[in-house]
């Protein structure tokens, strides 16, 4: 199973990008779909996530101006990010916590694209 993000790049504050996420075969039962982003010398942030039932959470940093969505089959995540601010260039990194076949469940993670919003 391989995830791929793409849809980063440069843009001017206030400006909006749309992320996407592949992931590379259906899996059933998962537990959570997830962005993140990771900037030099800072941790792995969580910024939004698509959990069971369909429950959303976001950062309080990006809500109100971030939305995540799937679709039907949960084989593409997006993340619509408006207003963009300089403080959000990092590089983002789609997740999904799913099961695996010998029992268990897992994180997958998808190589990252990089946002750059200039000021």
């Known amino acids: 199973v391989q995830l791929q993000a793409s849809g980063g790049g440069l843009v001017q504050a206030g400006g909006s990008l749309r992320l996407s996420c592949a992931i590379s075969?259906?899996?059933?039962?998962?537990?959570?779909m997830s962005w993140y982003r990771q900037s030099p010398g800072k941790q792995r942030e969580l910024v939004a996530r698509?959990?069971?039932?369909?429950?959303?959470d976001y950062a309080d940093s990006v809500k109100g101006r971030f939305t995540i969505s799937a679709n039907a089959v949960k084989t593409r995540l997006y993340l619509q990010m408006n207003s963009l601010e300089p403080e959000d260039t990092a590089v983002y990194l789609c997740?999904?916590?799913?099961?695996?076949?010998?029992?268990?469940?897992?994180?997958?993670w998808g190589q990252g694209t990089q946002v750059t919003v200039s000021s």
């Open positions: 997740n999904y916590f799913a099961p695996v076949p010998s029992g268990g469940r897992r994180n997958y």
């Open positions: 075969e259906r899996i059933l039962s998962i537990t959570s």
């Open positions: 698509i959990s069971r039932g369909d429950n959303i």
